[in-house]
């Protein structure tokens, strides 16, 4: 079985510092790691991925995450955060035709 | 481009009423799916499918039925719909059906079931 898990339900963060949000991956096999974010009302939109080479993968608006076998984690993050990046963040690994996701982690950035 | 476009966007049930969530997507994606998001638990998948005439089970199938006779189109129908079923539902879509491939979502559908 696959899985992931997102241990903050909620990260805020002041505009202009880093953000990061954790994600750490259950599966057998090769890790097909994905981040997708979710402003409210709408659906889920696809921000980046990992597949295989490079362990720093980047992706839209500025975001990359970081791929580590040994901690087996993929956690997103972004050198300067914006107030328009508050928003609902989720992990997914997929496997066996099905993504999986995590609980999602809140993000808030204030100005 | 349209996408993926789900109908509709809200809808009121009351329990044990039927009612299908359409889904419906131009980009000639082989590969789609239907989830449910519930508050701290994130998505779960219900169905997929991987090809116009092939479905299959995933997390939370339990009162829910689909079928896909065409490429676009990938129906959700709830049989007897009960208040464990309020839920906003949102379907994607892939180019394949592999593991690799990112999904585009639709906007959701937002149902209550009193």
């Known amino acids: ?111 | 481009n349209a996408g993926v476009t789900q109908t509709p966007k809200f809808q009121v049930l009351k329990t044990g009423q039927s009612m299908t969530l359409q889904c419906a997507q131009d980009m000639n994606h082989e590969y789609m799916s239907w989830y449910r998001q519930d508050p701290g638990m994130g998505l779960r998948l219900i169905h997929y499918s991987v090809g116009a005439g092939i479905t299959d089970q995933g997390e939370v199938p339990n009162g829910y039925n689909v079928s896909r006779s065409t490429t676009e189109d990938f129906p959700l129908r709830l049989l007897s719909a009960a208040p464990s079923q309020t839920s906003v539902y949102f379907c994607a879509s892939k180019s394949q059906g592999t593991n690799t491939g990112e999904l585009f979502f639709g906007e959701g559908s937002r149902l209550t079931v009193l």
């Open chain 1, 1 to 111: 079985a696959q899985s992931v898990a997102q241990p903050e339900d909620q990260v805020n963060v002041a505009e202009g510092n880093p953000l990061t949000v954790k994600c750490t991956y259950s599966v057998s096999g090769n890790p097909y790691l994905f981040w997708y974010v979710q402003y409210p009302n709408r659906g889920l939109q696809f921000l980046l991925k990992y597949i295989t080479g490079d362990n720093l993968v980047k992706g839209s608006y500025g975001f990359e995450a970081e791929f580590n076998k040994s901690q087996t984690s993929f956690h997103l993050k972004k050198p300067s955060a914006l107030v328009s990046d508050s928003a609902l963040y989720f992990c997914a690994v997929s496997g066996d035709y099905k993504l999986s996701f995590g609980a999602g982690t809140t993000v808030t950035v204030r100005a």
